[in-house]
């Protein structure tokens, strides 16, 4: 006989079925279901279905949805010391974001969210986020002169955009695909597996692997939903949240070859900028330090 559910709660993932971070979302489901001995049930809604990230953070915030993923861009908005982990050319790669989200500085983050009715429980691996365009390659600071590129709802976002040369228009995942296809964006910038699973590279075949950015993101709790919880199950709940992401993480890195491979099997043309160019990139990104983290110099 089936055990009757104590709790059941909403979960809210942007991405496909068969995407890491929605796998991810799955097997944290699992784990708590088989922990509570399926007293707490919790079903994920991916593709959207529940709203673009940032209505899901204000749907978080009064507990209209009590679980959800989200990119650190959208989130910073709401709790700005984010902005920090995620700033152009900050990490000089996967294993540097790594030791920084797991070590004492990692934490010290996830102990900063009082006041925001949210409460972080895992990082989650979303890659380097690269430029991609429609009308032709981008391979140098002044191809991308003018040209206007979808960035996530984020201030940063929009003002390294600009600091760039380009133009940056604010817009939801979901939205981009036909925003390339219409002429409405001339471009965007994202990782490889949300390039070839959203099928942008489709209307925008020149990707410019130029690594700007790495976004970590994080499963969050509603505050109002875990004041409700027991003990007994937040703890349970933290420790599935952090033995998902460890298995969204070797996921992640599988789908980072897979798309890689289909989109250039599709015919994308894929430029890699020279150290030169990449530094004129980086110089052009670097006030944006100024702006985002002076207060926060530590
Ligand atoms: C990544 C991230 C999403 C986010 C998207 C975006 O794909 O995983 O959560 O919505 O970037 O560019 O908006």
């Not at 908005?77 to 004492?104: A, C, D, I, S």
């Not at 998902?244 to 015919?267: H, I, M, Q």
Request: charged share 25%; glycine share 8%.
């Amino acid at each position: 006989q089936k055990t009757v559910p104590e709790f059941v709660l909403t979960y809210a993932e942007n991405q496909a079925e068969d995407y890491p971070t929605t796998q991810g979302a799955y097997k944290f489901a699992e784990l708590v279901y088989e922990q509570t001995g399926g007293r707490v049930e919790i079903q994920v809604n991916a593709g959207g279905v529940l709203g673009d990230e940032k209505t899901v953070i204000e749907q978080l915030q009064f507990g209209g949805v009590d679980f959800a993923r989200v990119s650190l861009s959208p989130l910073a908005e709401f709790v700005p010391k984010l902005n920090v982990l995620q700033m152009p050319y900050l990490y000089t790669g996967r294993e540097h974001m790594w030791k920084v989200l797991e070590g004492p500085i990692g934490t010290d983050f996830m102990n900063s969210f009082g006041g925001s009715s949210l409460v972080p429980l895992s990082w989650y691996d979303a890659g380097a986020r690269n430029f991609y365009s429609t009308a032709g390659p981008i391979e140098s600071l002044d191809d991308i002169k003018g040209l206007k590129i979808r960035v996530q709802e984020s201030e940063l976002m929009m003002d390294t955009i600009q600091a760039l040369g380009a133009t940056p228009v604010p817009m939801a995942f979901g939205d981009v695909y036909s925003g390339l296809q219409t002429g409405e964006i001339d471009g965007a910038e994202n990782n490889w597996p949300s390039y070839e699973s959203t099928r942008h590279y489709e209307v925008a075949k020149y990707f410019t692997l130029d690594e700007h950015t790495r976004v970590p993101e994080l499963q969050l709790a509603a505050q109002s939903t875990w004041d409700k919880l027991p003990e007994e199950y937040r703890n349970i709940i933290r420790d599935c949240a952090q033995k998902s992401a460890l298995y969204e993480r070797e996921l992640w890195d599988e789908r980072e070859k897979t798309s890689e491979d289909r989109v250039r099997r599709a015919g994308c043309v894929v430029t890699e900028l020279d150290a030169g160019e990449k530094e004129r990139f980086q110089e052009a990104a670097a006030p944006m330090y100024e702006k985002y983290c002076s207060e926060y110099v530590d």
